[in-house]
């Protein structure tokens, strides 16, 4: 299994609260709504500060290709509908 890497720019505080807010939410949605087997995992995700030219971007790494890109989703989701 390879791992699959995101780049997000978060460099204000609030960007990376909301980052680490919507990971929280988007693995509990994960754990509530994937029925494919009783003894799945919860998904397996890792995020690092990229600082880079002055600039700090976040990088989160998946194990799965497909969680990745419900992630993207969801965090695109989020940023347009803040709660």
């Given at each position: 299994?390879?791992?699959?890497?995101?780049?997000?720019?978060?460099?204000?505080?609030?960007?990376?609260?909301?980052?680490?807010?919507?990971?929280?939410?988007?693995?509990?949605?994960?754990?509530e709504n994937d029925?494919?087997?009783e003894d799945s995992?919860?998904?397996?995700?890792?995020?690092?500060?990229?600082?880079?030219?002055?600039?700090?971007?976040?990088?989160?790494?998946?194990?799965?290709?497909?969680?990745a890109a419900q992630?993207?989703?969801?965090?695109?989701?989020?940023?347009?509908?803040?709660?």
């Open positions: 299994m390879s791992e699959v890497v995101v780049q997000i720019r978060a460099n204000q505080t609030d960007d990376v609260l909301s980052l680490s807010n919507a990971l929280d939410a988007f693995t509990k949605w994960i754990m029925h494919e087997s995992d919860p998904p397996h995700i890792m995020m690092m500060a990229d600082h880079a030219g002055g600039d700090c971007a976040r990088r989160l790494v998946f194990q799965d290709r497909g969680q992630f993207l989703m969801f965090w695109r989701r989020q940023k347009h509908n803040p709660q």
